[in-house]
């Protein structure tokens, strides 16, 4: 992508590698089997992968002491201006001496492999902890904001061979904070994308930085990579890098954890003031993720201000909070091992229409050209072209997948409100408050979204993926003899009269699909709408490579022949399958719609100023 602002930004959103094909797939296991026999040979013990991003993979093990470490791995298979990026980060980290930042142990070079080796922070890293409980409470949502500021203020002052050299770290996010329950520490890791700050908190340019003006590149941003669900806009529209990137970074990732959120975006509609957060540290939020640059810097000084007189804020004892959930949830009684996938079409018509450059549309039609993996990357950059309360939904929607769940939801937009069908089946009870947490999201944010139009999510199991591949683009594509679409049954025999169907039609064609399945696929669909079941089927085709994406319940056992009858029909008739892209069907159990009005925002709700006397 070449537009001028996110040229500098990528995001990585790892694929699930139950959706890689075979040799992919093989190819990441020998890989990583390498990295352990690696580190194993340089007398490492316990290795073990605890992390993969889009660049490359971290392992955590111990050195002859027992100390407990991490290595970061590249992967091999990029281009060396990006392995040389790790050698950047190592020694970036390496200048840090912080007790909230890992220290970096040591960097190796073996061969074409790097390896940047350091101290391992204890702990879960927010993103999972805040999937785990969902909204974090107000006490330790001040006790984080106290210790990310004294690490920003720390990285604003920092000195270099007796000059003012600052440092941005320029990628603040849950997932790149590491959370200590026992003790209540943080650490921020993954330095990847940290420079020397070009311009101090005042904005003027940083003294001393005699190299730079002599490169006369001093207009140009020397910024890295970010993540557009958590940076500010100075850093999305490639301005120069300032302390001011990380106070956005720091805003952004506490709104998203006392949110229960995976994103900065919903902002408008669900406030910082509507967290039940102390008001001093609402209004400090609010004012960073303003849209005004000189209440986000007033906010950021603030807060950097008074972080002695949050430390001493007086918190009752945490509550636990229930959720009840707007949509219906089903929860299984024992955990299942699954790996959820979110498959959402009719994206594009969360788009702000008007704003459609001709550009944007290309950029549109060529994206669906390119493998999921890709498209996930791309479109995350592509929501640039929607509003934030779209863009917050569609966060939402996406973290639902973080969980363990299978079903769908439609959601139909009208002028009196939102009408929500859905079929949410959570296999791992641990997870239920969260999970209904993350549901209502989604309701809020939709009720805030006013348009005309539908938009609808599958999601399934993607160990349930089948993968068929063929040599060249023209053969066809023929799967294996024992090639099944797998489906459950429900416990007991629904039939049709029990309850209503929604109908895999009945929302017409999908304008964001485009593969056109061959008549015989049709006719197989057609039929098995006819009989009780819910679920969805997608296909995915590329060059050489198709995945059939689907998670089916059977709920009218008495027709378990014809519905078997019809799977193993469309399986017969892949080769009859033309074209690239991707196009999917879903049908809900029945239509239990849930109807919500339109609102524009949740209402105040902040701390008690004096919660022992409650
Ligand atoms: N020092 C550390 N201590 C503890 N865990 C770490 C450390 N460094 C990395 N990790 C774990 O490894 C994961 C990946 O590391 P990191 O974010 O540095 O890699 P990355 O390739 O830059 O990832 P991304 O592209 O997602 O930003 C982290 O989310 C974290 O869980």
Known sequence: ????????FYIPEEQSVYLLSHADAKKLKDWIALCIAQLESLGFTDISLIGKGAYGFAFGGRDHAGAELVFKFTRITLPVSMQDRLEEEAFMQGLLSHSHIPAVKEFYQRGRQSILMMERAPGIDLEQYSLREGPVGPRLIVKMAVQLGKILLYLRQFELDGGHRPIVH?????????WDENNERLSLIDWGSSVYAQLDEHLQPVQNNVLDLMSGDIQQTNARLGDIYFIGDAQLNGERS????????????????????????????????????PKILSDILTYMLSDSVSEQHSGGDYLLSHLKLLENLVFANDSVERYESLLPVWVAKERKNIESVVYSSRKSFLRQQNDLSEQQSDELSQLSYLNDAQFERYYKNYLDGMG?????????VSRLARYPVVGGLVIHWQPEGVYIDSSLNLQDPAREQAFKHAVNTVVTLARAIHRQGVFKCCLFDAKNTLHIEREQI???????AATVIPYEKSSVSLSTSESRVHSYFEDGDDPDEFLALPPQIMQAIKALNAIHHTGCIIF??????????SYYRLLDHTKENEFNALLNEIIDSLPLLTGEGTCGFMKLPYKDTRFFEHRAKCADKFYPRNPRAR
Do not use: C
Request: glycine letters at 10%; proline letters at 6%.
């Open 1 to 8: 992508m070449t537009r001028k602002g996110i040229r500098h």
């Open 170 to 178: 320029g990628d603040i996010k849950p997932s790149n904070l590491v």
């Open 242 to 277: 300032s302390p001011r990137f990380d106070e956005q970074g720091l805003a952004g990732t506490l709104y998203a954890l006392a949110s229960g959120q995976s994103a900065r975006f919903a902002h408008q509609v669900i406030p910082p003031s509507s967290l039940g957060l």
């Open 388 to 396: 934030a309360t779209e863009k917050g939904f569609l966060a939402a």
């Open 474 to 480: 023209e053969a066809p594509f023929v799967a294996g």
């Open 540 to 549: 995915e085709a590329l060059e050489k490579h198709l995945k059939i994406h």
